[in-house]
Nanobody, 122 residues
Framework: VQLQASGGGLVQAGGSLRLSCAASGLAFSSYPMGWFRQAPGKEREFVASIGWPGKNIYYLDSVKGRFTISRDNAKNTLYLEMSSLKPDDTAIYYC????????????????WGQGTQVTVSS
């Protein structure tokens, strides 16, 4: 299984980025998917998750209204649209796949991507 995250970069506060996660080696359309992040010196935290039919969407409270998770099962790709970015959003962002939404929202996963760096300058 490979989860290849991309789309990170350096952006000013208030800006936007779109992360992508290309999946291979698993039945993508059957897996709930999620995004996590880890800031320097902090533990990894759950950011967002989406069920396999595109429902059951959950967000970290601090990103609600600013981030949107989506998936394209035909392209085996997961997305995270991030807007109104803040310096506190600076972290390495990881995509992940799990057998259940509950696993993701509890901070765990069956498969992890390699991460993409998002840096928000003030």
């Amino acid at each position: 299984v490979q989860l290849q995250a991309s789309g990170g970069g350096l952006v000013q506060a208030g800006g936007s980025l779109r992360l992508s996660c290309a999946a291979s080696g698993l039945a993508f359309s059957s897996y709930p998917m999620g995004w996590f992040r880890q800031a320097p010196g902090k533990e990894r935290e759950f950011v967002a998750s989406i069920g396999w039919p595109g429902k059951n969407i959950y967000y970290l409270d601090s990103v609600k209204g600013r981030f949107t998770i989506s998936r394209d099962n035909a392209k085996n790709t997961l997305y995270l649209e991030m807007s109104s970015l803040k310096p506190d959003d600076t972290a390495i962002y990881y995509c992940a796949a799990a057998r259940s939404i509950l696993t993701l929202t509890q901070g765990s996963a069956s498969y992890w991507g390699q991460g993409t760096q998002v840096t928000v300058s003030s």
